[in-house]
């Protein structure tokens, strides 16, 4: 996903995570654990190994052999497992995604559970499965944070104390962080933009569709007023209710936030402050640890100057409920079992599940946040041998060839703007398994008795460190994601792809599987990142990562009509009763998933070297790319998980990730001899011709 603010543009693998600590942001380190978890390790040897379909990297029995290719690729490829398999209670979905996820997670327990408490990664862990020690506590953590806001008594020290919830438990109207100018891409500048909703997107608010989620919310909200003592909180969550509609209201679609043209919006602090009065931005700011700026890309930009308005014109008593709600809310997974059953009973309105994941796998998902590269720098040792980082670059070294050839064969694009993309391509940096430099973290205090203060102070250290990044050198070796991360980005304004060593693993990649494989399968992966540099945002940046127009006219225009006729195809696919494809927020990602795979078939026939590829088991090379494809996204999700997708998310389901792109290819045509008459046969003028 594009997402300037974040500055990555991701595969995001989707995995919906029930009671996910919230204040666990991507927070990386230096020392190496040397401890492995004793249970774990010494355990099962063979639960911790990378799952390989069959002997060459496809699960022959996962397809309906029952099923044309041509009438529904997904279940030709995936109908038999669809027919076994049933999606785990505490899981959003199944598949590859969780598959390989669930791995890593065996994986970084065998790191984390045995490392002594008096490390940083041990006494983070030890303190989040002290469950009596939480449970003996129940309340008493939060009750400082509540009563500072109890204590605010304008709204100027309310706009100071919502500055300083970015690192820390609560919530604000507004949020912003540094990243690469969008004009000189080589410095960090502040990006500010809406905020403010606790339910996924504008649209839980707005939409009769959401009701059911809606009313789980503010029973939600009740719980949790109680919870901290409120008089009445049937009133404080209407109130709350009340306020964030109102932000909704005037809150931007996901579509348009995806937009760079529309979100580069560059003010100084004083022209923000003459633009959208009535929240103390001066204020804000120092509650932010931010001084005054002379440059700050405002995002939503009415949305900013109305959300503004509308804090000025709601009593400050509704704006302290809703802050002690979100203090709490924030802070929920720490604290005794009701307040994480409260959440959970939110929660799983939104993504159907029906379990709380245990609580082992919760406090990773803590000490994956909080410590990430400490954690990574084992792992990758472990678990992402050199000889695998070896041949990754390879592959990637073959797919920015292949994208070198597609653009100057490219029929419809003029010489000039081939040769902007091709600079821009050359110098798109590769980062592969884990960071050159790794992070360090001798600076943040663990205490293995105090849950809710290491989160507190983790929390602080990582805004720190993210901040201190403001108007300095943009530094594009840093990785915006944790080695043991199962997923990779293309960094937007950086002009780098990255790739995670969590995603490096068996079935979407392997050193002892066909040849064919790993380029259906995580050869797509690393198509997609790198055409999210000339997606239809990501073409609106230049080779050193400026936003700039490099294309004539009429190439931009035959590509925007070309992405015009792509988005109506989506616009017709029914993800779940009542809930269609939305092809304007989910663009970028459809074209990268589609000139990606195509990015990687080339690669894989440039990899033949002119010869032949060999049948196996009565496959031939192309079928087995095709189907390594399929079988790499294949999932099963749950209803209301996906409605949550298509609402919040721009990366379309699983489905249609490979029903979307397969249709448009014509070697995918020859592979199957899918012919006309097939329920998702296009006539070849009708396939979309991007890259």
Known sequence: ???????????????????????????????????????????????????????WGVDLGARDPNVKPGDDFDKYANGGWFARTEIPSDQASAGVDYDVYNLTQRQLRAVVAGAPATSQVGGLYQSFMDEARVEALGAKPLLADIGAVSAINDKSAMARFMGGTQGGFGATIVSGGPYADTADPTVNVLWLGQAGLGL?????????????????????????????????????????????TEIAKVSWAIADRRDIGKINNPMSSDELAAYAPGLDWTAWFAGAGIAPQKRIIVNEKTAVRDIAALYARTPLDTIKLWQQFHVANSAAPYLSKSFVDSRFEYTKALSGVGELRPRWKRGLTLVDGSLGEL???????????????????????????????????????????????????????????????????AALRIDPTDLYGNVKRSSAFEYAYALGDLNKPVDRKKWAMNPQEVNAYNGGLENKIVFPAGILQAPYFSESVDDAVNYGAIGAVIGHEIIHGFDDQGRKIDADGAV?????????????AAAKAFGAQYATYEAAP??????????????????????????????????????????????????????????????????QQVASDPHSPARWRIIGPVRNVDAWYKAFGVQAGAKYYLKPEERTRIW
Do not use: C
């Open 578 to 643: 009542g809930s269609f494809i939305n092809p304007d927020l989910t663009m970028g990602e459809n074209i990268a998933d589609l000139a990606g795979l195509e990015v990687a078939y080339d690669a894989y026939q440039r990899s033949l070297g002119g010869k032949p590829a060999p049948v196996i088991d009565g496959l031939t090379g192309d079928q087995r790319f095709f189907l390594a494809f399929a079988q790499a996204w294949r999932t099963k999700q749950r209803e209301d998980a996906i409605k």
């Open 200 to 244: 996924p997107e504008r649209d839980y608010y707005l939409s009769d569709g959401f009701k059911p989620q809606r009313d789980a919310y503010r029973a939600y909200i009740a719980r949790t007023m109680k919870m901290v003592g409120n008089a009445d909180p049937e009133k404080a969550a209407d109130a709350v209710m009340a306020f964030e």
């Open 1 to 55: 996903m594009m997402k300037y603010l974040g500055g990555a543009a991701s595969l995001a693998i989707t995995i919906a995570l029930a009671a996910t600590p919230a204040l666990a942001k991507d927070a990386p380190a230096t020392a190496s654990l040397h401890a492995a978890g004793a249970e774990e390790a010494a355990g099962d040897a063979e639960s911790l190994k990378a799952l390989t379909f069959g002997t």
């Open 548 to 560: 700039r127009d490099w294309w004539t006219a009429e190439d931009a225009a035959k590509f925007d």
């Open 375 to 441: 954690v990574g720098e084992t792992y990758s040792t472990q678990y992402f041998p050199a000889s695998a980082k070896a041949k990754m670059e390879v592959l990637v070294a073959n797919l920015k060839l292949a994208m070198g050839d597609r653009i100057r064969a490219n029929s419809w694009m003029a010489p000039a703007t081939k040769q902007a993309a091709l600079a821009k391509l050359a110098k798109m940096d590769v980062m592969v398994g884990y960071p050159d430099k790794w992070r360090d973290y």
